[in-house]
């Protein structure tokens, strides 16, 4: 069975996350807007069987995966040793505090999948529908090739002790 922690930030009128969680797995999402009942997490809950936890509490879930889907810095020297987590994987952009952010989740012993190298998705199926000839096959292709990017750099990182930040940054 997996655990997910999802970290997620919306306005209260947009979905907060779009995490789909394998049969058997349990989750914790967490809203920096979870003040207003109405908000979108909260109909997102009962698909899931997610627990809600209070925003500052979604670093002390022990869990698998910790996904950070909306704030950028959220990995910092204060939040980092309080993650109980064996994989850092998720949308939010800049999601290190600062670069050697790398090299602590690393010492860490935590998988980290740069938000950078993960992300690419989104904006390759935008690319191609705003082209006016659009392809799923072409965007299937860049998707899988981003699935091989990473697969490339958490070996690389792995096989040479280095964070996954670093090595995706050559």
Known sequence: STTEATSCADSGSAPATGSNTPTGATSSVASVSMKYPANAIYDFIPATGAKV???DEIYDVAADIFS???LGAIINPTTLPRLKVKVIAGGANNQLATPDMGEKVL????????DYVINGGGIINVAAEISGTYDPAWVEAKVQRLVQTLGEVL???KSENRASNRVADQ
């Not at 010492?107 to 740069?114: Q, R, S, T």
Request: aromatic share 6%; net charge negative.
């Open 107 to 114: 010492e860490k012993g935590v998988l980290y999948a740069p």
């Open 53 to 55: 936890v209070a925003p």
């Open 155 to 157: 070996d690389q990182a």
């Open 68 to 70: 950070p889907n909306a």
